[in-house]
Nanobody
Framework: QVQLVESGGGLVQAGGSLRLSCAAS????????MGWFRQAPGKEREFVAA????????RYADSVKGRFTISRDNAKNTVYLQMDVLKPEDTAVYSC????????????????WGQGTQVTVSS
């Protein structure tokens, strides 16, 4: 059974940083792209970032470009999201996903979804 378990969320002040992790189990995802989505209360789910299977290619939403960095460790079957210079509008539940290619993720398509971790940024 495939599981994606996110961790690292919490409460942080504006301008601060958080690092999210997503550990995958149930199969090896080294040949799959991985990524992150977020959903704020009352808003639609939105793409945040995606990374290719090798880690050599990344994609970001314009709203986080230059502030967030996605990375992965295939030996640990884990994807990370380093979030810097956080803003109150970054407050959301962040979920990790798995898909065949990064462009699938940026288009809103994924094969597997995690339950999410809450990130709250205070002003």
């Amino acid at each position: 059974q495939v599981q994606l378990v996110e961790s690292g969320g919490g409460l942080v002040q504006a301008g601060g940083s958080l690092r999210l992790s997503c550990a995958a189990s149930g199969r090896t995802f080294s040949s799959y792209a991985m990524g992150w989505f977020r959903q704020a209360p009352g808003k639609e789910r939105e793409f945040v970032a995606a990374i290719s299977s090798s880690g050599g290619s990344t994609r970001y939403a314009d709203s986080v470009k230059g502030r967030f960095t996605i990375s992965r460790d295939n030996a640990k079957n884990t994807v990370y999201l380093q979030m810097d210079v956080l803003k109150p509008e970054d407050t959301a539940v962040y979920s990790c996903v798995v898909a065949p290619l990064p462009q699938y993720i940026s288009a809103g398509r994924a094969d597997y979804w995690g339950q999410g971790t809450q990130v709250t940024v205070s002003s």
